[in-house]
């Protein structure tokens, strides 16, 4: 089940909005805000509600937990740039490229750096956090190139290539260490996507990950 599949779990309040097709839209907007604002422990169901005008039973009636409401957001972020289409392409030539420009397009856009912040920052103190981030990204981005890859341990493969990008993501924007903070996207492209290129689409034994 994707962030695009209501949950639908209970009945609504009868004191709540009505349910009807932006309901769920503007809880998942309400949502990325307060994350973002708040981190993963301070945000509630409750608190997401209040911000969304409905009855928190409306949060749970489309999304269940706080945990599915935090995964829903995180989809949300890295799904428009994040597809396999426009990422693993015929051959696997470019692949590299294509996935590098894609995720930080996500991190450059302000509307998507800043849940994705909250969400990174969570995950490295809290477990919940954590092991909702490991289901989304294993389950929505990395089994899903992995499944395109014409090589061997194409799992490992994929999970190196997001160790790589995510260590760039958190020194750049999280802990902002220069020059890397500073540098243009299309810099950090030109020198990260041949080792993802070799990541993803060489043949060969499983590579050795980059110390």
């Known amino acids: 089940m994707t962030s695009a599949t209501p949950r639908r779990r ?28 708040r981190g ?15 009855d928190p039973a409306l949060v749970h009636h489309y999304f269940g937990t706080k945990d599915e409401v935090f995964a829903a957001a995180i989809e ?16 696997g030539a470019g692949t590299g ?15 998507t750096r800043a849940p994705l912040l909250a969400v990174v920052r969570s995950a490295l103190s809290h477990e919940a956090a954590a092991t909702v981030l490991r289901g989304v990204v294993l389950r929505q981005i990395l089994e899903r190139i992995a499944r395109e890859l014409d090589v061997p341990d194409p799992r490992l493969r ?8 995510i260590g760039i993501a958190i020194l750049r924007y ?19 996507a041949p080792t993802l290129q070799r990541y993803l689409a060489e043949p060969g034994p499983s590579p050795d990950p980059v110390p």
């Open 10 to 37: 209970g009945r609504p309040a009868r004191g709540g909005a009505d349910g009807g097709p932006d309901t769920r839209a503007r809880i998942l907007h309400a949502a990325r805000a307060e994350f973002a604002e």
């Open 40 to 54: 993963y422990d301070r945000t509630s169901v409750r608190g997401i509600a209040k911000a969304a005008g409905v």
């Open 76 to 91: 949300v972020s890295l799904e428009p740039a994040l597809t396999v289409a426009s990422v693993v392409g015929p051959g």
């Open 97 to 111: 490229e294509r996935l590098a420009r894609s995720f930080l397009a996500v991190w450059e856009d302000p509307v």
């Open 158 to 165: 994929a999970e190196l290539a997001a160790s790589h990008l």
């Open 174 to 192: 999280a802990v902002r260490v220069e020059p890397l903070a500073s540098i243009d996207p299309e810099e950090i492209v030109a020198v990260v």
